[in-house]
């Protein structure tokens, strides 16, 4: 796992991180309650809500991800719209 923010910035996660091998968290970001990353999972300058689900391989960058969503595996998200597609897991 790896922890990276961009200078002047910072990362915030909630309790009860789930989270499997070579994730990326990038700040800017915060991240809320019960957040389930899978493996090679890429999260960078964004705002997580508390019950997400990233997939394995999935990269999610500058977006707002609301309570409960799932991210699929090998998904890019990379706008406000796509992440509002998203279904609740």
Partial sequence: MTF?????TSIRI????NSDDNIVFHG???VGDNLTIGDDA???RSQVGNNVTIGNQAIVVG??????VHVPEKAVITTQQ???TLRQA
């Fill in 42 to 44: 890429i999260l960078f």
């Fill in 28 to 30: 800017p970001l915060e």
């Fill in 82 to 84: 796509q992440a509002d």
């Fill in 4 to 8: 990276h923010a961009l200078k002047g």
């Fill in 63 to 68: 977006v707002t991800l609301r309570d409960g």
């Fill in 14 to 17: 909630g309790r009860n991180l």
